[in-house]
């Protein structure tokens, strides 16, 4: 089965870059997706398409894409960014399957 | 504003059967596709299943394919997932979402615990 590799754990200190990967041989032919989860909370959508940022997300959240490697970047982390970070996609069977990386809990202190 | 409020979550045995309902509110939702994702404690995002605007068609995960059925009512605003022959590693709370070309919105989830 298909799946999209994440680093379990990014830690930077306030006010730093952070940068959050994903890979998975499909995603040289599909858009990847990135969801910020907070704890207790549902997952919130911060970039589609590869690297668009939907209304209300702060700017400091961009998304880039490099053959099978998407990469979430947080420019200037914020201690409200702490959080899980999930990367999104699908396989390219023909059939719909869904596919999420395994998270990335991203600690700012 | 976009609601989306997931219900009929609770404990059941395992092989046990349960049908869980995502009420939609604040937009159109006969026009949206939508989704069920689910998260076992402490553990990542798993995509379970996907419907069609219409309930035509529908997608599965292989974990639960054969097991769970994806339904919904564009009369009622509801969305459906009818668990039957349920495992332990079923255990999860249960998100619903909407699509908009992808999943943009997602509910609060209900929990769903299998155990005797």
């Known amino acids: ?109 | 504003e976009v609601q989306l409020v997931e219900s009929g979550g609770g404990l059941v045995q395992p092989g046990g059967s349960l049908r869980l309902s995502c009420a939609a509110s604040g937009f159109t939702f006969r026009s949206y596709w939508m989704h069920w994702v689910r998260q076992a404690p402490g553990k990542g995002l798993v995509w379970v299943s996907r419907i069609n605007n219409d309930g035509s068609d529908t997608d599965y995960a292989d974990s639960v394919k054969g097991r769970f059925t994806i339904s919904r009512d564009n009369a009622k605003n509801t969305l459906y997932l009818q668990m039957n022959s349920l495992r332990v590693e079923d255990t999860a709370v249960y998100y619903c979402a909407r699509e908009t070309g992808y999943v943009d919105y997602w509910g609060q989830g209900t929990l769903v615990t299998v155990s005797s």
């Open chain 1, 1 to 109: 089965s298909y799946e999209l590799t994440q680093p379990p754990s990014v830690s930077v200190s306030p006010g730093q870059t952070a940068r959050i990967t994903c890979s998975g041989d499909a995603l040289s032919k599909k858009y990847a997706y990135w969801y910020q989860q907070k704890s207790g909370q549902a997952p919130v959508l911060v970039i589609f398409e590869d690297s668009k940022r939907p209304s209300g997300i702060p700017e400091r959240f961009s998304g880039s894409k490099s053959g099978t490697m998407a990469t979430l970047t947080i420019s200037g982390a914020q201690v409200e960014d702490e959080a899980d970070y999930y990367c999104y996609s699908t396989d390219t069977s023909g059939y719909y399957r869904g596919v999420f990386g395994g998270g990335a809990k991203l600690t700012v202190l």
